[in-house]
């Protein structure tokens, strides 16, 4: 049982976690995620979860906002919702002491894409050749960091993959996205090499039932650990510290620069949306940080009516 936890809600936990994995498809970081925003505020209200009020939830928050960001507590706030809207379709509770409850608005915060240049800084940052140094951790880290940006993906995506989700051969990767939903994502030439020279040190019996990426210490069983995400935003920080890019690099920002960067070169918007997985556009459009005034240089460029709503001007 959690310290702090009572046994009552402590069981109600468990049940909601495996819910989570055998009916969410939720990731092992996820669930982490919501167990620790619902133990807090199991501790919190120090009773079964049933027992919780309006005004339970309300005293909740506001602790909360006098120590963290408004976005943190609106986060927490979601866990609560989905917790207790499971137990009520399970009928463990009979009310939502969430509902009506507003989340708190933080200033709009646009994402902040790494510049192009820097991107390339990271990729290359390769740790200088020692004698006798191992080659496999300039393999891995390259590739890890090329996947990152050339295809986009969550942290969590990258480090849930198997060596069989990537094909060389069509240069594309299978992701298993948020849901559990199924994607194929393309891989830049620069990625696919990257990998292809990963993938070749690895080449032993069994390799393709393991992960893709995998520390480089065998464990006491003799097999390789899957990387998790500490190990792979501690692999970006060294990298950019090495490449001297300034500002905090880690694999969300790298995920916002994919996006970013296409829509500059020219891509479209439905495109980038199917490529990152996101369930809806107006994600994709806050993801990147399309503010309106770009949305209507595109229209301006390329709609067909566009050159009579020039001449009549804005109003």
Partial sequence: MSPG?????DRALRDFEAFLSAERGASA?????????L????????????????????????AL???????TVARKLASLRTFYRHLVREGHVDHDPTLGIPAPRGPRRLP??????????LAEADAPARSGGPEAARLRDRALVELLYGAGLRVGELVGLDARDVDLRRAEVRVWGKGDKE?????????????????RWRERPGVLSEPLFVSLRVSRDGTLRRLGVRDVRRVLARRARRAGVAGRIHPHRLRHSYATHLLDMGADLREIQELLGHASLSTTQKYTGVSAERL????????P???????GGRS
Avoid: M, N
């Fill in 5 to 9: 936890v009572p046994e009552a809600f």
């Fill in 29 to 37: 970081e996820t669930r982490r995620a919501y167990l620790a925003d």
């Fill in 39 to 62: 133990r807090g505020f199991a501790s919190f209200l120090a009773a079964p979860p049933e027992s919780a009020r309006a005004d339970d939830v309300y005293r909740f928050l506001a």
């Fill in 65 to 71: 906002q006098r120590r963290l960001e408004p976005a």
């Fill in 112 to 121: 902040r894409p790494v510049a192009v240049d820097d991107c390339e800084a």
């Fill in 183 to 199: 994607r194929i994502v393309p891989l830049p030439g620069a990625a696919r090499d990257a990998l292809e020279a990963w993938l």
């Fill in 296 to 303: 209507l240089e595109v229209y301006d460029r390329a709609h």
């Fill in 305 to 311: 009516r566009a050159r009579t709503r020039k001449r």
